[in-house]
């Protein structure tokens, strides 16, 4: 059985990790599979929304602990170890960055580690009750090196994600919901249905405007306040001549529901 799967399905693409039997925690061929899906979202204009998600009763435990224990008693250098990180587990964020179309990550049960970090790199982040939250790499002695110490300060604050980081406890969902590290906690029996009832409405929106604002959020984060004015002038220039921006301004004047095309 694959090591990840993806289906995609009205516009919707489904990246699903697994090997519940190991926590789904990361392999090389996973975090490769991974990557290939996440291209092929990037590339399929008929996917306009994605979803990733985790089998079994744990979302992601991150790197395999067994394997690190194997690696540090086997005298695994220091640059194996960064090489490892930066060609295959890093592939992973470095490929969302291209990636400007909604990415929902639906968190089914203990996000750990690297498997936290990664679930922190989605744009909406909804979870399961019993979800908890930790990032464990103190743990076993060692420090973030899948972006959360970029990511983390980012969502809760600086003090709390010293907290998180230097302290490895856990974080209920609900707790996790009032901090903001994720947007909402939902029974663990809705989780899915909540996820893709929120993924439907981004996929049959319009298009253009979503991945476009998605990027002038992004394009924020690392400029100045006139940069900012000056590229949403431009998105807005481009949204503008879009078949989906006439046929909303249509339906408004007519009083009907709009149907939007993605283009």
């Not at 989605?122 to 990032?135: I, T």
């Not at 004047?253 to 709009?258: F, N």
Request: aromatic letters at 8%.
């Amino acid at each position: 059985m694959s090591e990840l799967l993806f289906e995609t399905q009205g516009g919707i693409a489904t990246i699903t990790l697994n090997r519940p039997d190991s926590g789904n925690a990361f392999t090389t061929e996973m975090l490769s599979l991974w990557e290939a899906a996440l291209r092929e979202c990037i590339h399929d204009d008929a996917i306009r929304c994605v979803v990733l998600t985790g089998a079994g009763r744990i979302f992601c435990s991150g790197g395999d602990v067994k394997r690190m224990a194997a690696n540090a008693a086997g005298g695994q250098q220091p640059w194996d170890r960064a090489k490892y990180l930066t060609d295959h587990v890093h592939r992973i964020p470095l490929t969302l960055m291209e990636l400007d179309k909604p990415y929902i990550v639906a968190v089914n049960g203990a996000a750990t580690g690297a498997g936290m970090d990664m679930a922190l790199m989605g744009d909406l982040r909804f979870a399961a009750e019993s979800a908890r939250f930790a990032e464990t790499y103190i743990k076993v002695g060692f420090v973030a090196g899948d972006g959360g110490a970029w990511l983390l300060p980012r969502l809760v604050g600086m003090p709390k994600a010293l907290e998180m980081l230097w302290l490895g406890d856990f974080v209920g969902a609900t707790e996790a919901e009032r901090i903001g590290l994720i947007n909402k906690a939902v029974p663990d029996d809705q989780l899915m249905a909540h996820t893709y009832s929120v993924a439907e409405r981004l996929a049959s929106g319009p298009t253009v405007g979503i991945r476009l604002m998605k990027r002038m959020v992004q394009q924020g984060q690392t400029s100045g306040f006139r940069e900012a004015l000056s590229f949403a002038a431009s998105c807005v220039g481009v949204v503008s001549a879009t078949e989906d921006h006439r046929e909303a301004t249509a339906a408004f004047a007519e009083k009907r529901k709009p149907v939007f095309r993605g283009r």
